[in-house]
């Protein structure tokens, strides 16, 4: 299995989240060393499941691909899940977009401020997906994954 694809039709309860299914799912990922797709969109995460996202982006070397999108995720907690790409070397790809928060925004301008200079420190993600509410923050992370695909580009044809 390379490919792990969740929705809401998968059984989670995307209304309230299933903390234990996700968290189970965190857990197992910390270990795995085969998949290198996990798609959990729609599936209820929650901002109290972030730390086994952090964690399992930490300590897994083949993931390559990771989509959380339209879920419940707090902007301070979509940073802090950010900041730990710093040490990842394997993830090309993260999508955050969509994200609901009934009580407050997903995302403020300082939420997005502090994504745009995390993803300064992280030199494999070549795809990045957010709703951007701030322009500024948008063009800093637009030129942040142009110079990493620009890398890339160039680790391919033996330049780097």
């Known amino acids: 299995v390379r490919d792990i694809i969740l929705s809401i039709s998968s059984g989670i309860n995307a209304e309230y989240g299933d903390t234990e299914m996700v968290d189970s799912i965190t857990s ?12 959990m969109c729609n599936c209820g995460v929650v901002d109290a499941n972030i730390e086994g996202f952090i964690t399992m982006l930490r300590s897994n070397k083949t993931l390559t691909s990771l989509s959380l999108e339209t879920n419940k995720i707090a902007g301070k907690f979509l ?29 403020g301008v300082g939420d997005e401020m502090a994504i745009a200079k995390a993803l300064d420190k992280n030199s494999s993600l070549c795809k990045f997906s957010l709703n951007w509410k701030n322009g500024g923050s948008r063009n800093t992370a637009d030129r942040i994954i142009m110079r990493n695909n620009d890398l890339a580009r160039k680790k391919r044809r033996g330049l780097a």
């Open 28 to 39: 197992a990922m910390v270990r795995n060393t085969s998949v290198t797709k996990l798609e």
């Open 79 to 107: 940073v802090e899940l950010i900041k730990c790409l710093d040490t990842n070397e394997t993830i090309k790809e993260l999508r955050i977009a969509n994200q609901k928060c009934l009580q407050y925004y997903s995302t």
